[in-house]
């Protein structure tokens, strides 16, 4: 296979980094085998951990993402893929799933070492995740089945499920592994071909994926991998004439640019899983060590990188004073620093452009008025490290409290009635999430009833399934990724009506 090995450019990094993974794959995925570039471009990718490169990669434009569609297309029109039963398609989707777990290890680093995610979560839950969303889907890919309908005249009629054709994937680097699958694993079962554009910031993991794939079964052509930049390779798939849909995820601005590619070229069918401000409620009968961890938990997960991020939480007046002083006190046992290290809980931001605008967002905090609880500062001198922060005295309509700030500062807000914690929640352009924190039945129903918002955690937060389908309302976007909607978004429903024998058509 086209298999290659680029552990040279990986060694000169291995002294800054001790625990650097093997690099083994930098090409471009296409039709099966790992090829160069068509201009022979490469860009590097860093590591936020320490800033400096840990390799090169080539670097997609149009004529690559050209021929990757090309190979998809074939892969469709007359490949196998969409041709196996469904049970076929699931039974190597399963080898899929098992070759993941195998390599649990090698797939956690390169996420930990290209995003500056925790290495033992990544091996705990990213991962597992992966296998787990490929083995949910491999069983449903023998299950995937119309309608008899029920017509009011001499006719009979049904409904097939067909694959929508070739779909073109946009991966943000927050979860490079989980919602590279979460879009792959479904499309896959329907039966679909696909282009993957893994996000330029972490671009390592989506290769050795399709590699996985590869051993695994997967037909050539069928799942495809274009490493790049948005406004090229990204463009150049949204633009495509011959992608059939784009499943994006990202931020809210760019999914507008998504949405117009469409309208503008051939009104692919789009879905878009874009930002969040998200609200938590914390209610007065709350248990507060439990509301503590969760609020920290919600905002701190993930460094803030998070679309579901609950970075505006919302305290009833009664127990406002003690959650804030036990929230400070709790705050500073969240350490900070190098994410292969088992007791850190908070590693580095993606990159720079990231850290420098979460930085500015706290100066925007503390100008507009709002007081600092705890954090607000880089954390040393090497990376892009920065503190648990936490802001009080935060009016609804300060930027830290309007903006996606995706990084680990929090908004702390007091309300005084279920009424208003519910109209403030909802003063938002976005609906990803919320969270409710309570123990009486009425308030949890009322304002989970409420929330204009995708997901709506009780007493937990961020607990994210397969089976359970994920997106936005609002300016959040539309489409759900996870559960059985997760699959029925890449497939067209085809009505077949035929007359009854004997009936007056013949
Ligand atoms: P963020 O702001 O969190 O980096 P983006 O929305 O910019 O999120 O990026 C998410 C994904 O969208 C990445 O894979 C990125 O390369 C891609 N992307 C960025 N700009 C475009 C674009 N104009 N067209 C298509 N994809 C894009």
Not at 174 to 194: D, E, H, R, Y
Not at 397 to 407: K, Q, S
């Amino acid at each position: 296979m086209g298999d290659q090995s680029n552990e040279s450019s990986a060694a000169c990094f291995e002294e800054s980094l001790v625990k650097m993974p093997t690099i083994k794959f930098t090409k471009l995925f296409i039709n099966g085998e790992f090829v160069d570039s068509v201009s022979g471009n490469t860009f590097e990718t860093i590591a936020p951990s320490t800033g400096e490169v840990i390799t090169r990669v080539a670097e997609g434009d149009k004529e690559d993402v050209d021929l990757a569609v090309k190979a998809a297309r074939a892969a469709f029109d007359h490949g196998p893929w969409p041709r196996f039963s469904g049970a076929k398609r699931g039974a190597i989707m399963l080898k899929f799933a098992d070759l993941v777990d195998e390599h649990n290890e090698e797939l956690a680093k390169l996420d930990t070492v290209d995003a500056g995610k925790l290495f033992s979560f990544g091996k705990a839950f990213d991962i597992p995740q992966v296998a787990q969303s490929l083995r949910y889907y491999a069983g449903a890919a023998d299950k995937i089945h119309g309608d008899v309908l029920k017509m009011s005249r001499e006719f009979q009629g049904y409904t097939l499920l067909e694959p929508i054709g070739v779909v073109g994937h946009i991966i943000p680097w927050n979860f490079p592994s989980i919602l590279m699958f979460a879009k792959v694993a479904p499309s896959l079962a329907a039966g679909c071909t696909m282009v993957v554009k893994p996000a330029e910031q972490s671009p390592l993991s989506a290769l050795y994926y399709a590699h996985l794939a590869k051993l695994a079964g997967v037909p050539d052509g069928v799942l495809n991998v274009i490493n790049g930049y948005g406004e090229t390779a990204g463009a150049a798939i949204t633009h495509h004439m011959d992608i059939d849909k784009v499943s994006f995820t990202g931020s809210t601005e760019i999914g507008r640019e998504v949405m117009r590619a469409a309208a503008n070229s051939n009104l692919k069918a789009v879905s878009l899983e874009l930002g969040g401000k998200s609200p938590m409620l914390i209610f007065d009968d709350a248990d507060v060590d439990m509301a503590v961890e969760l609020a920290l938990f919600g905002i701190l997960f993930n460094k803030g990188e998070a679309c579901v991020a609950s970075s505006r939480v919302f305290v009833q007046e009664g127990i406002y004073d003690e959650l804030v002083k036990k929230l400070k006190e709790k705050a500073k046992d969240w350490t900070v620093g190098d994410p292969f290290d088992p007791n850190v809980r908070q590693g580095p931001q993606v990159d720079k452009t990231q850290f420098e605008k979460i930085l500015s967002y706290i100066e925007h905090g503390k100008r507009q008025g709002a007081t600092l609880l705890t954090g607000g500062k880089p954390v040393g001198n090497k990376g892009y490290y920065i503190e648990p922060t936490v802001f009080t005295d935060v009016k609804d309509d300060m930027l830290i409290a309007t903006d996606e700030i995706f990084g680990p500062v929090m908004s702390l807000m007091k309300f005084k009635t279920v009424e208003e914690g519910i109209e403030r929640a909802n003063k938002t352009k976005y609906g990803l999430a919320a969270g409710i924190i309570t123990k009486n039945i009425d308030v949890a129903n009322t304002v989970s009833r409420s929330i204009r918002a995708g997901t709506i955690w009780i007493n937990c937060y961020m607990a994210i399934e397969n089976d359970v389908p994920f997106g936005g309302y609002k300016m959040s976007g539309f489409g759900r990724d996870f559960g059985l909607q997760g699959l029925h978004k890449y497939l067209h429903t085809k009505s077949v009506i035929t007359p009854i024998y004997n009936s007056p058509w013949l």
